[in-house]
C-alpha cells in the first residue's frame, strides 16, 4: 500500500516540523532606497566590465584575458623554439590560474591571436585549425599552440620588475597588470569590445610603419597628427584591400572617432578564351568571400545586377582569396565592378573608435596620444628595467669583492671554517680577518668548499672589471632622460627589423 508523502518542510516521524513558524522570518528585513541600490550596483557592475573585460588598455593594447593568455604561456615556458601543446591545455592553465571565467571565451581570445588575417602580427603561433573568415576553428581540444616570436616582445622582461603585478582572482598568485610591450601593440594589432555604455573598435596598422611614427614623436614631442601620418598613412589591414579616400582616417586619427571605406582588391583579365572576368584577390576586414559569393548570387538571382553569368570561389589556405566572377559578353566589367562596390560587402565602411584605459580610466585618444600614452610607458619600463639590472649588477659585484679578498689565501679561509666551532664562530673569524661584510661571508660560507677552492682569480678580475662597466653605463642612462628616450628608439629599432613587413593595404582616392 503507497504512503503518502512527507511535506518538504516537515521533518522524519518522531520530530518537529523545520521552517519558521507562520509571522516568523528567517532573516532581518532592511528597508532600502532601490533607486540607490540599483544606481550603486550598476556603477559597480560598469566598471568592472570597462576595466576587467571590454576594454584594452592604451600601454600594451590588451585585454585582462589576452594579457593573462600570453603571461601564463610565457610562465608554461611555451616559447616559439619548444613544441606545440594542446591549447586546452592553455586554457585549463589560464581558466585555473587567472582567468576565472568560461573556458569558451578563453579559447576564442587565444584563437583570435593566432589568426593572420584577424592579426596584423599575430602573437601565438597556432598548429591545426584555427578557422577562417568563414568557419570557426576546431575544438580547443583538437589544437595546439605556442608564443609567437613577436608576442616574446610583449612578456620579455616582465620579471625585470618592469611592470606591477597584483594578486589574481583569488590572492594566491601575481599577475602583470600590463605587459612591457615592446611595440604599441593596440596600433599594430587593434581590437574591439563592448562595455556598459561604451565600446572600442580599433584599426590594425602596420608595425613598421607605427615605429617610425613613434621614433619621430620621441624626438619631436610638438609633432602634429599631420606630420605622424607621414609615416602612417592609414591602417594597414592583415586582409589587404585599398582604402578609398583619406578624410575619415585623417578624423580618426585627429580626434579618435571616425570612419571610411575599404574596397576589396581586383583584377579584370580574360577568365576563359572568350569572356572577360573579375577576379577578387582581397577583400575588407572580416569579410570572407562565402559571405561575398551569397550576396552576388542572390542580387543575380533578383535581378539587381545584370552581366554576370557564372562565380566561381578558388579560396584556400594556400593561394588566399580567389574568388572569379565571369562576365557576360556584351558587359563591361568595370560596369558591373561598381555595382558589386555599390550592392555586396566587396566595399565596407570601417568605424574607428579609440576608446582604451589609460591609468585605469576609458579614453578617446586620436594618433597622437596613443603614441605619447605607449612611449611613456616604454620610458617607465627602460628605467625600472635598468634600476633592476644595476641592482643585481651591484649586488653580484659586492659578492666578487669577497670572493677576491678570500681567494688571495684561500688555505687560511678553509682553516678557519675547519678550526671553528659553529658557523657563527666561523663568519665572526672570516669577517675579521678579510675585512668582510656580512653578506660576503654568508656567500663564502654556503658555497661548497669544492668551488671555493675551483675558483680562478683572473676569471673573477675580469667579473668585476665587466660588472663595474655595467653598473656605470646603467647609471649614466638612469641619469640622463635624452638617454633613456634613445634607448627606447633603438630598441623600436631593432624590433622594426625583426618583425616589420611590407604593407598590404593600399591607400586608394576618394
Known amino acids: ?30 528597508d532600502i532606497d532601490v533607486s540607490k541600490e540599483v544606481s550603486e550596483s550598476f556603477l559597480e557592475y560598469a566598471y568592472s566590465v570597462i576595466y576587467s573585460r571590454a576594454l584594452p588598455d592604451a600601454r600594451d593594447g590588451l585585454k585582462p584575458v589576452h594579457r593573462r593568455i600570453l603571461h601564463q604561456m610565457a610562465d608554461m615556458g611555451l616559447r616559439p623554439e619548444r613544441g606545440h601543446v594542446k591549447s586546452a591545455r592553455v586554457v585549463g ?19 583570435r591571436m593566432a589568426q593572420s588575417f584577424s592579426m596584423r602580427l599575430p602573437l601565438i603561433d597556432g598548429h591545426g585549425n584555427f578557422g577562417s573568415l568563414d568557419a570557426g576553428p576546431a575544438a580547443m581540444r583538437y589544437t595546439e599552440a605556442r608564443l609567437a616570436s613577436a608576442a616574446m616582445a610583449m612578456v620579455a622582461e616582465a620579471d625585470e620588475n618592469t611592470v606591477d603585478f597584483g594578486p589574481n582572482y583569488d590572492g594566491q598568485l601575481a599577475e602583470p597588470l600590463v605587459l612591457p610591450a615592446a611595440y604599441p601593440n593596440l596600433l599594430v594589432n587593434g581590437g574591439s569590445g563592448i562595455a556598459v555604455g561604451m565600446a572600442t573598435n580599433m584599426a590594425p596598422h602596420n608595425l613598421g610603419e607605427v615605429i617610425a611614427a613613434t621614433k619621430f614623436l620621441i624626438e619631436n614631442p610638438s609633432a602634429t597628427v599631420k606630420q605622424l601620418m607621414k609615416f602612417v598613412p592609414g591602417p594597414d589591414f592583415p586582409t589587404g584591400g585599398e582604402l578609398v579616400g583619406l578624410d575619415g582616417v585623417r578624423e580618426a586619427y585627429a580626434t579618435g572617432k571616425g570612419s571610411f571605406k575599404v574596397r576589396a ?14 577576379v577578387i584577390k582581397e577583400l575588407p576586414f572580416t569579410i570572407g568571400p562565402e559571405k561575398v559569393v551569397e550576396r552576388i548570387a542572390a542580387l543575380v538571382k533578383a535581378k539587381k545586377i545584370q552581366g554576370i553569368s557564372d562565380i566561381i570561389d578558388l579560396t584556400d589556405g594556400q593561394t588566399g582569396t580567389n574568388v572569379v566572377i565571369e562576365i557576360k559578353n556584351g558587359f563591361e566589367p568595370e560596369a558591373v565592378l561598381e555595382q558589386l562596390y555599390a550592392l555586396t560587402p566587396m566595399e565596407d565602411a570601417f568605424s574607428i573608435n579609440a576608446v582604451a584605459l589609460v591609468k585605469g580610466k576609458p579614453q578617446t585618444l586620436g594618433l597622437k596620444e596613443l603614441l605619447k600614452v605607449f612611449i611613456e610607458h616604454r620610458i617607465e619600463v627602460v628605467r625600472r628595467r635598468s634600476e633592476f639590472r644595476k641592482a643585481k649588477a651591484e649586488g653580484r659585484l659586492t659578492l666578487v669583492d669577497g670572493l677576491l679578498k678570500a681567494i688571495i689565501d684561500i688555505d687560511k679561509v678553509i682553516k678557519i671554517i675547519r678550526g671553528s666551532d659553529d658557523a657563527a664562530a666561523a663568519k665572526e673569524k672570516l669577517m ?15 658555497m661548497p668548499l669544492r668551488r671555493l677552492t675551483k675558483m680562478s682569480k683572473l676569471e673573477l678580475e675580469t667579473e668585476q672589471k665587466e660588472l663595474k662597466a655595467t653598473i656605470a653605463e646603467l647609471a649614466k642612462l638612469l641619469k640622463s632622460e635624452d638617454a633613456i628616450k634613445a634607448q627606447v628608439s633603438d630598441e623600436l629599432t631593432a624590433v622594426g627589423k625583426s618583425f616589420a613587413t611590407a604593407r598590404k593595404t593600399r591607400i586608394g582616392a576618394a
Do not use: C, W
Open 1 to 30: 500500500m503507497a504512503t503518502a508523502k512527507t511535506p518538504a518542510k516537515t521533518a522524519a516521524k518522531g520530530k518537529k516540523p523545520v521552517g519558521p513558524k507562520p509571522g516568523e522570518y528567517p532573516g532581518k528585513i532592511v
Open 93 to 111: 592553465e589560464v581558466m585555473g590560474k587567472l582567468h576565472p571565467h568560461g573556458d569558451g571565451a578563453i579559447y576564442d581570445a587565444l584563437v
Open 265 to 278: 582588391s581586383v583584377e579584370i583579365e580574360k577568365v576563359s578564351t572568350r569572356k572577360m572576368g573579375i
Open 432 to 446: 675579521k680577518d678579510f675585512k668582510l661584510n656580512d653578506e660576503q661571508t654568508t656567500y663564502i660560507l654556503d
